[in-house]
């Protein structure tokens, strides 16, 4: 079984017209790590980038507008992901996987697009595997005690330790999202 564990931070919620800066993830084949990327993306000429946004994760506009562009880290990713995907063989995929699957999906789907490429489906299955909706299977009777359903919430919730200080860097995000992956579906 091929995953991929993705991460996004972006400069808003709309990915039709915000932009991803950061884009993180692990390459796991048969539950075993292959390889991991934590890129940083300068956002997209013709995206709107939401101060408040950037806030979240302690970034200014002048921070990711020195990021490399889109198109080589789409070149970069790109390799990683056929390294162990035949992206011309229908029969092999990843899933796409991540806390909130939506939002991150439609995100790198838009990413993507931005450099060219309408391949994405290539790479990945039309179904993604979306830890939250899983979370909410595992902690259903414990939901309505729970502040809030983020990560870090849900984390804390089944024990995880965290970092709140590196919350919302993705690469962190990524591991957390593992781990919670990992206990709620016994591995």
Known sequence: MKQVF???????VKHWRNS???????????????????????????????????????????????????????????AILSRYVDKFDKTDKYFFCAYNAHFDNAFVRAFFKQCGDNYFGSFFWSNNIDVMVLAAEYLKEDRAKM??????TVAKHLGIEIEEEKAHDGFYDIEITKKVYDLITNK
């Open 147 to 152: 502040e809030n359903f983020k990560l870090m």
């Open 6 to 12: 993705i991460d996004v931070e972006t400069t808003g």
């Open 20 to 78: 991803v800066h950061q884009i993180s993830g692990g390459v796991y084949i048969d539950d075993e790590l292959k390889e991991s990327f934590d890129f940083k993306v300068k956002p997209h000429e013709k995206s709107i980038i939401e101060e408040e946004a950037l806030a979240i994760g302690g970034l200014t506009k002048e921070d990711v507008l020195k990021y490399p562009h889109r198109k080589e880290i789409h070149k970069q990713l790109g």
